[in-house]
C-alpha cells in the first residue's frame, strides 16, 4: 500500500533506495576486504547505519510504522557493540 505522494518526492524515495543499497554493497565489499579489525568495525557501523536508512525509507514509502521498532533495535545494538569493542580497545591498549 502505497502513500499518495508528490512525484518528486516518489522519484525522492527512490532514489534513496538506489543510493542506499549501492553504499551497502560498498561497504559489505569493504568489509570483506578490511584489512584491520578496527576497519572491520567501522565498516559494520556504517552498513547498520544504512541498514536503518533503507528501514526508514522504507517506512516513507508505505506508511508502516511497524518497522520503526527494528529501526531502533539495530540502532541499540549496534551502539552496545561500539561500547563492547571500545573496552576490548582499552584492553589491549593496556597490555
Excluded at 543499497?21 to 576486504?33: D, K
Excluded at 567501522?42 to 533503507?54: H, K, N, P, Q, Y
Excluded at 511497524?66 to 549496534?78: C, D, K, R, S, T
Amino acid at each position: 500500500m502505497e502513500l499518495q505522494t508528490s512525484p518528486v518526492l516518489t522519484f525522492a524515495i527512490y532514489f534513496s533506495f538506489f543510493s542506499l543499497t549501492i553504499s551497502l554493497f560498498m561497504g559489505l565489499y569493504r568489509l570483506l576486504t578490511g584489512p584491520t579489525l578496527p576497519d572491520r568495525i567501522v565498516v559494520m557501523d556504517l552498513v547498520a547505519s544504512l541498514s536503518i536508512g533503507l528501514i526508514i525509507t522504507y517506512i516513507m514509502a508505505t506508511g508502516q510504522t511497524v518497522f520503526l521498532n527494528v529501526a531502533v533495535a539495530i540502532a541499540l545494538l549496534v551502539f552496545m557493540g561500539n561500547i563492547a569493542f571500545a573496552k576490548y580497545l582499552i584492553r589491549r591498549i593496556k597490555k
